[in-house]
Structures are given as C-alpha cells and as structure tokens.
C-alpha cells in the first residue's frame, strides 16, 4: 500500500511538473510572439528608415531602367535590319514598321515614358514574330519588375504612416495584428508583402543552387570563428564553407599573407552585411549575397595590408592607421582623390555610386567589379579613361587572370554586389 501511495505521488508530481513545463512553454511562445510584434511595428512606422529604403529602389530602379531600354534598343535595332530586312507587305505583323526606330533615354521625363511604350510595344511585336529575346534582357525584365514592385509597395506604406496615437495604442497594449488599428494591419500587410519580393529576389540571385552542388569543406589556412548573437548554437553553415573557400581560392598569390581571421555571427538580423579591419572581416550569417559581399570585404583586407611599412605619410588614412606616399594603394586612389574625403572624379569613373563613399571603398568596388563582372569593367575601361587606370592596376593586382562574366552592365549600380552573376560562368565549372 505504501508502495502504491508513492507511485501515485511521484505520478501526480510527474504530471504537474509536465503541465507546468507546458504552461512555461505557451507562455514563452506568447513572449516571443508579443515581441516579434513589436518589433513588427516599430519596423512599420519607422517612416525615416522607409524613406530612405524608398530612395535607394527608386535610384536602382531608374538605373535598371534606363541600362534595359539602351540594350533593348539595340537589339530591336539589330532585330529590325537583320529580321525583317526582307519585310512583307507594309503594316504587317512583321513588317518593318511593326519595330519602330527609337531615340536614346533623354533628359525629359516624358521623352523617356514615351521611349519606355515604345519599346515595350517593340518586344511584344517581336515575341509575337517568334524572335528570341537574349537572357540578359529577359533578366533585366524581371529586375525592373522585382523593383517596381518594391517601389510600389514602400511607396503605399511610406503614405500610410499611421498617427502617433494609433502607433501608441499598438505599442502599449501588445494587441494582435487582428485588432491592431487599421493602418498598421496594412502596414504590417505591406511589410509581409515586400519581405516576400525580397525574398524571391534574392533566392532568384544568389545562386544557392550552385553552392550546393560544388560543396566544399571550410579552408584550413585560415582561422574562422562562428558566433552567435541569439543564444542558439550554430556550426558554419556548409554554403558559407564553400563559399570561404572558393573566394580564398581566386584572390591574387599575396593574399593568404593578408588575412588572419574571419567572423561570421548568426541570429543578428541588424547588423551590416560586412565589415572589415587589417587581416580581419566579420560577416553577416544571414546576408544571401555572401559571397558576392565576401569578395568585397576581401577587397578591403587585400588594400588595407600595408605593403610599405616606412616613407613619406599619404594624405590616405583610416583613423590611425595612415598609408605611405610608396604603397601600391596610394597609387590606386590618386586616380579619383586628392586625400580621403575629396573627390577629383565622379560616377562615370567609379565602379558605382558607393564607391564615391570614400578611397578604400572606391577599391574595394573595384575589386568586386575585376572579379565579379571583368566583362564590363573592360566595357567601362573602354569609355572612361579613368576606370582604364583602375582596372589596369587591378589586373596587375590579379596578374592578368580573367574572370568570365555573362554579360555587360550598361550603367553603374549603386553597389557592385547587386550585380547579377551567374556562378556557373563565373567559376568555369
């Protein structure tokens, strides 16, 4: 009997210590969900940082567009000598003067919407005449609808900022998103909505597919370390172990001397993609362009190695860490800078607009561009004597390797490693 009082007890004690690691649980669940609301609102009605999100897919936007339309008119034009030079009767479907000739983008904002119809009209025509359309227009249609798309979708929520009392009434009483107020359900609508095209761009452009199928272990040379930064033990993600080691295995022979460690920290959504100091860069786990943004922290770690330890001080530093008039690098920024915060050239001979941040970030772009898209580095180096000088001494830098790329970029991006690139060209396999 005493025996079976026991049991009993220890039954009930089970029991209750179940229900109550339950209960915890729910309740952790509800924590983790009030605070990834919160966080959810405060993202929404952050209308400064929309803005400026705003801003920065209107400027892509504008430069998709434009480099589309330009290489589109070529084709066209090529389409309307080539296909249709023997043209059936006039006014047909594929009749000369179903492609019409076209005028280069202009200053005018109607010229340009004007030029924009035509061409549209002119792609439909050729599809329907049965003509193929290169890959690379076809992927610039998608670019320029992804961020249409997103401009779209941040406009409406940037108009809809909701008031300060409504924001208040969200914050304060933790509600659900179906009894938030009105205008943050549809922020947070929108949010969901534009996360999802980032996301399906993304994966379209990252080349995950790649990576999988060229495996490869984490390099041995060189010290990595993992960290994380939302308590959750993590071992280096596979893909970034390849893509460690493909970087590390097409940087120029004096690389391996340069760098000393990398850091890769999981579970920080907030955090820069990369950042880089001398012999040392910390990358994001989650950035999906990994590998693109790698090859321009490795940018960095390959500049910022002082090859001159003695001579006369450049007017190039970063913070205390000043370069000599002799070192290499210092050759590199006097193409388009007097000193670290001015200028003597602009866009046309900069890989891209945040490459005009500052001189290691002009190199840095550079470099990403040598390897990434060589092929219109040398279309730039063709037009503009100063991106020439540039990818002269990076070619020096790389002895002269080639890079293959699939195509040529028309206009500069506002960073290198929104670029397009195909892996399987790119690496040769």
């Not at 969901?192 to 993304?202: C, F, G, I, P, R």
Request: hydrophobic share 35%; net charge negative.
């Amino acid at each position: 009997m005493k025996f079976f009082l026991q049991t009993i007890s220890v039954g009930v004690f089970i029991f209750f210590l179940t229900v109550g690691g339950y209960i915890g649980y729910l309740s952790a669940l509800v924590d983790r969900d009030e605070a990834s609301y919160l966080e959810q609102v405060q993202a929404v009605t952050d209308k400064q940082r929309l803005e400026k999100q705003l801003a920065r897919a209107k400027s892509i936007l504008d430069a998709r567009r434009r480099a589309y339309l330009k290489k589109s008119e070529e084709f066209l034009m090529k389409v309307r000598e080539e296909k249709f030079q023997n043209p059936p009767a006039s006014g047909g479907p594929n009749s000369k003067e179903s492609i019409p000739d076209f005028k280069p983008p202009s200053n005018s904002l109607n010229e340009d919407k004007v030029l924009e119809q035509n061409v549209t009209e002119a792609m439909k025509r050729v599809q329907d005449a049965k003509v193929n359309i290169p890959v690379p227009i076809k992927e610039d249609q998608k670019d320029l609808q992804f961020f249409s798309d997103e401009v779209s979708v941040l406009t409406e929520m940037v108009a809809r900022q909701p008031s300060d009392e409504d924001i208040h009434q969200a914050m304060q009483k933790k509600k659900p998103k179906k009894e938030a107020p009105s205008t943050i359900r549809r922020l947070l609508l929108l949010a969901d909505k534009q996360k999802q095209l980032s996301q399906e761009w993304q994966q379209a452009k990252t080349g995950v597919q790649y990576w999988q199928e060229n495996e490869k272990p984490a390099p041995e040379s060189i010290s990595i370390t993992v960290s994380s930064k939302d308590d959750v033990k993590r071992d280096i993600n596979p893909l970034h172990a390849t893509q460690i080691s493909t970087a590390l295995a097409i940087m120029p022979a004096s690389f391996p001397q340069r760098i000393h460690n990398i850091y890769i920290v999981y579970g920080d959504p907030s955090m820069r993609r990369g950042m880089t100091g001398v012999g040392v860069t910390m990358m994001k786990g989650e950035e999906a362009d990994f590998f693109r943004v790698l090859v321009h922290e490795f940018g960095h770690i390959y500049d910022l190695y002082r090859e001159v330890s003695d001579g006369t001080k450049s007017n190039f530093y970063d913070g205390d860490y000043r370069l000599f008039v002799e070192d290499p690098s210092v050759t590199y920024y006097a193409l388009s800078w007097s000193n670290v915060h001015d200028r003597t050239a602009e866009l046309p001979s900069f890989a891209s607009s945040y490459g005009m941040s500052d001189p290691f970030e002009d190199f840095a772009e550079s470099f990403t561009l040598y390897v990434l898209q060589q092929k219109t580095f040398v279309a730039w180096g063709a037009k503009y004597p100063v991106m020439k000088k540039k990818y002269d001494f990076l070619s020096q830098v790389f002895a002269g390797r080639v890079f293959p790329a699939m195509r040529t970029f028309d206009t500069e991006p506002y960073d290198v490693t929104m670029m397009t690139v195909d892996y399987e060209q790119l690496l040769g396999r």
